[in-house]
């Protein structure tokens, strides 16, 4: 599949460890931010969104909190399996005219079994 | 929900060929985008459209590029002619637009590799 990137940072955690991905975004006017994972070989699939107007949202296993006073977006994500190993890419809306997404780099998730 | 579709999902081409990558939308979904991604320059929005209507191209990186979307189901990126830089993995994504935000459903992408 395609390789997303050679160069990503990399996080390593065992499975049924807790894992927390990081992102600093680079608008403040942004509303809208989304957390997707992507395997090698497919598109983006979405996990977990949060509105500005929110510090924390709640999923199945995962979490996103939002910092608007440092633009920092983080994403955990509670007891890692094998099949959470994957590159995570946050997203913002920094136009609400636009709707369109900007993505940040991408890190990639090693879970060791 | 087929999801997003996507063709082809290879496509190999010497450089100076037309190539046409393919889309079919979420149905029901109201806006279409275009993505790239590339290992230098990341996930790179290239155009997106709502209810059939371009609205933003600015991230079409030359003439060479154009999308078009006939109707709600369909739309179609073309390379023309093709150079090695284009290279990369092509993506679209769909949504419905509403007053508020909702995310974007990807395909799987077109792998185009010109030679």
């Known amino acids: 599949g395609e390789s997303v990137g050679l160069h990503l940072p990399t996080l390593s955690v065992q499975e049924g460890d807790n894992s927390i991905i990081n992102c600093a975004y680079s608008?403040?006017?942004?509303?809208?931010f989304i957390w997707y994972k992507q395997e090698s070989g497919k598109g983006p699939q979405f996990i977990i969104d949060?509105?500005?107007?929110?510090d924390k949202r709640q999923g199945q296993r995962v979490t996103v909190l939002l910092n608007k006073t440092v633009k920092h977006l983080s994403l955990q994500i509670a007891a890692t399996q094998p099949g959470d190993s994957a590159v995570y890419f946050c997203?913002?809306?920094?136009?609400?005219?636009?709707?369109?997404?900007?993505f940040g780099s991408g890190t990639r998730l090693q879970v060791q079994p | 929900d087929a999801g997003v579709i996507q063709s082809p999902r290879h496509e190999v081409t010497e450089m100076g060929q037309e190539v046409t990558l393919r889309c079919k939308p979420i149905?029901?979904?109201?806006?279409l985008f275009w993505y790239r991604q590339t290992m230098m320059r990341g996930l790179e929005l290239l155009i997106y459209?709502?209810?059939?209507?371009?609205?933003?191209d600015s991230g079409m990186p030359e003439d060479r590029f154009s999308a078009k979307m006939p109707n709600a189901s369909f739309s179609t990126l073309k390379i023309q002619p093709s150079e090695p830089r284009d290279s990369a993995v092509y993506f679209c994504?769909?949504?419905?637009?509403?007053?508020?935000?909702?995310?974007?459903?990807f395909g799987n992408g077109t792998r185009l590799t010109v030679t």
């Open positions: 994504a769909s949504s419905l637009r509403g007053e508020s935000n909702s995310p974007l459903h």
């Open positions: 997203a913002e809306n920094w136009d609400t005219g636009r709707r369109a997404l900007t």
């Open positions: 608008n403040s006017a942004s509303d809208y």
């Open positions: 949060i509105r500005s107007n929110m």
């Open positions: 149905s029901g979904h109201n806006s």
């Open positions: 459209f709502n209810n059939n209507v371009p609205i933003d």
